[in-house]
């Protein structure tokens, strides 16, 4: 046995972990960061630890141990970050392989999609961001903008369209955004939004991002040609092409 400073073996310890349980040094340093607070507050009350001459290990365990002691005593770690340092301390200290380090902090009854998921996924975030690029959109108070609303509110404008059924908005992160297909120059709903809109949510199922969509691809109930480029020629047969869109599904 032997004394060595904490300030000495730090270092040294994210080359051991590393070797032991066969990850990168960064993924171990990170892991170790969860728990600074915990091994800062162990090692000021423990000056020296001891260390059994060239055993990466032994260094790993006292370390997890002090900064485990330290916050369960305290209650300085959150649950989550605690398992994790539990689940390292008991796979290093048995030698187990890094992958089983990752198996053991995987979440429990983990849903794997198929690739056909997958691959509809990847279509719909791309189809997305193409109708958001094409058009555009509009936050609520750019709607009040572009219609010169005078609403001290600047987002009535825009919430009521959306509740009657004029616009329809999509969620983007943590907001509501409004395609800009549907606004005429003088900012207000274009005639056939509203009616079109009416009719795709008669089926319970169709989403908001569902409806926006429909607008931006191709149908052959109006020959292969996108509903939103006969918004302003011809917005009657945007509505009879939802009607029949409709009905075709509910048949």
Same mark, same amino acid.
């Given at each position: 046995?032997?004394?060595?400073?904490?300030?000495?073996? *730090?270092?040294?310890?994210?080359?051991?972990?590393?070797?032991?349980?066969?990850?990168?040094?960064?993924?171990?340093?990170?892991?170790?960061?969860?728990?600074? !607070?915990?091994? *800062? *507050?162990?090692? =000021?009350?423990?000056?020296?630890?001891?260390?059994?001459?060239?055993?990466?290990?032994?260094?790993?365990?006292?370390?997890?141990?002090?900064?485990?002691?330290?916050?369960?005593?305290?209650?300085?770690?959150?649950?989550? $970050?605690?398992?994790?340092?539990?689940?390292?301390?008991?796979?290093?200290?048995?030698?187990?392989?890094?992958? =089983?380090?990752?198996?053991?902090?995987?979440?429990?009854?983990?849903?794997?999609? $198929?690739?056909?998921?997958?691959?509809?996924?990847?279509?719909?975030?791309?189809?997305?961001?193409?109708?958001?690029? =094409?058009?555009?959109?509009?936050?609520?108070?750019?709607?009040?903008?572009?219609?010169?609303?005078?609403? $001290?509110?600047?987002?009535?404008?825009?919430?009521?369209?959306?509740? =009657?059924?004029?616009?329809?908005?999509?969620?983007?992160? !943590?907001?509501?955004?409004?395609?800009?297909?549907?606004?005429?120059?003088?900012?207000?709903?274009?005639?056939?939004?509203?009616?079109?809109?009416?009719?795709?949510?008669?089926?319970?199922?169709?989403?908001?991002?569902?409806?926006?969509?429909?607008?931006?691809?191709? $149908?052959?109930?109006?020959?292969?040609?996108?509903?939103?480029?006969?918004?302003?020629?011809?917005? !009657?047969?945007?509505?009879?092409?939802?009607?029949?869109?409709?009905?075709?599904?509910?048949?």
């Amino acid at each position: 046995m032997f004394i060595m400073p904490m300030a000495t073996v *730090q270092p040294g310890l994210i080359g051991h972990v590393a070797e032991e349980a066969e990850l990168s040094p960064e993924a171990v340093e990170l892991v170790l960061q969860l728990t600074a !607070d915990s091994i *800062q *507050q162990a090692t =000021e009350r423990h000056a020296e630890i001891h260390l059994t001459v060239g055993s990466g290990k032994t260094a790993v365990l006292v370390t997890l141990m002090m900064a485990l002691a330290a916050a369960e005593r305290e209650g300085t770690v959150d649950a989550p $970050t605690m398992a994790t340092l539990r689940a390292i301390r008991n796979l290093v200290a048995h030698g187990r392989a890094g992958d =089983e380090l990752v198996e053991a902090l995987m979440p429990e009854g983990l849903t794997v999609p $198929t690739p056909a998921a997958v691959l509809q996924a990847r279509r719909n975030a791309e189809a997305r961001s193409a109708l958001l690029t =094409e058009f555009g959109a509009l936050r609520s108070q750019d709607v009040a903008d572009l219609a010169e609303s005078r609403a $001290t509110n600047r987002a009535a404008l825009a919430n009521r369209w959306r509740t =009657e059924n004029r616009v329809v908005a999509v969620p983007v992160g !943590d907001e509501l955004l409004y395609p800009g297909f549907q606004f005429n120059a003088e900012g207000k709903p274009k005639p056939a939004i509203g009616p079109t809109i009416d009719l795709l949510r008669s089926d319970p199922h169709t989403t908001d991002w569902q409806m926006a969509l429909w607008f931006v691809t191709p $149908t052959s109930w109006l020959g292969g040609i996108r509903p939103v480029d006969l918004l302003d020629e011809d917005p !009657d047969a945007v509505i009879n092409a939802a009607r029949r869109e409709v009905s075709d599904l509910a048949g």
